[in-house]
């Protein structure tokens, strides 16, 4: 078991290799009363988790369909009809959609209530649950609504991943692998083996995240390079229609960026050579086709991370060591697409 300290508005701990239900013992003896949020399917996958007179379970849509202003308000009744006051707690048992619509629900009820994340999802649990990010999809944007409201902790149980398809496991590896490419080379030598190194894995990249969030919580700019493959990633995640998972469309806009970063800030040739093999011995996608530049060109000025018109890009003078990339123009953009089409 492995504690990492996280500092951001308040500091908390992510618990990493920890039992589900001494989490909840925990979480139990410090609140009155505590809601627990899941989705539908880890409800029916994990139908023995401790019961106790303090708990009370609201059921949400899985994934993604849950991540709307609708769950919120479901969660704000269930809040009110229980009285919810400061001194009781949310917590969210699921994947990054439903740690977000859950952490943004306590952000919100009675202007912030303590909440605590079980991720159990890879992504969730070295991403979305790290970092204090929360939010709801719109019809007008996906995770255009949120807020910055860090759990009270984390509590990592590894077992949930037994029950994750593999698409989704490796979806999630790409987040990891990210912390490989961007600050902890480390991971780049354990990832081949994942299956043994997988809480060790775990803990360099909620590491990662830990220290760069610690250093610039609301993303004026260190944090940023937590983007690192997002800028393309994003587009692609919306031209898919989101049939990509992030982790995918994010694998794609990684050798992006490393072929952005071969151009203009000499990445070695090896260097790319080494995302385009790690990513594809994980199963990833390292294109996409060519046909597609036009709507992907459009929809890479449309990102929110877009200022004052240009472009942004976190990219590597070498393994470990980014740089950003400000106002790359389209020639060299469509150039470089070109390197990782199919
Ligand atoms: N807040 C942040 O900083 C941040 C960072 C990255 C991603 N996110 C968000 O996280 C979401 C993606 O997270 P995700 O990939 O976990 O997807 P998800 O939460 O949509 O879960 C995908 C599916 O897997 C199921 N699932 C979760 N855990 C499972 C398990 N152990 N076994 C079987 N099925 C399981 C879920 O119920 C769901 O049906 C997106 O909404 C994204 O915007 C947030």
Known sequence: MSLIKVNAEHRYHVEIDCDRNDALAEIVSNHNKVLLILPSDINRMYPNLTRHSKFEFLKIPNGEAAKNITTVQ?????????????????????????????????????????????????AGMVDAAIGGKTGINQSFGKNLVGSFYSPQKVFIDLSFLDSLSQRDFNAGLAEVIKCGFIKRPEILTRIVEYRQNIARLIELAVRTKAEVVGQDFKESRTREILNYGHTLGHAIEKDSNFKLRHGEAISIGMVFAAQL???????????????????????????????????LSNLLFQDKKVRNGR????????????????????????????????
């Open 74 to 122: 479901t969660i704000w009744k269930r809040a009110a009809q229980l009285k919810f006051a400061r001194n009781d707690a949310i917590v969210a048992i699921g994947g990054g959609a439903t740690t977000d619509v859950a952490g943004f629900a306590a952000s919100t009820w009675m202007r912030g209530i303590p909440w605590y994340a079980i991720p159990t999802s890879l």
């Open 311 to 342: 472009v942004r890009f976190i990219g590597l003078t070498r393994i470990g060591k980014t740089a950003w990339l400000e106002d790359v123009n389209q020639i060299e953009l469509k150039r470089c697409y070109e390197t990782i089409a199919s």
């Open 261 to 295: 970063s071969n151009q203009l800030l000499n990445l070695t040739v090896q260097e790319v050579q080494t995302h385009t093999d790690l990513l594809s011995k994980l199963n990833l996608p390292i294109s996409y086709p060519k046909k597609r530049w036009s709507s």
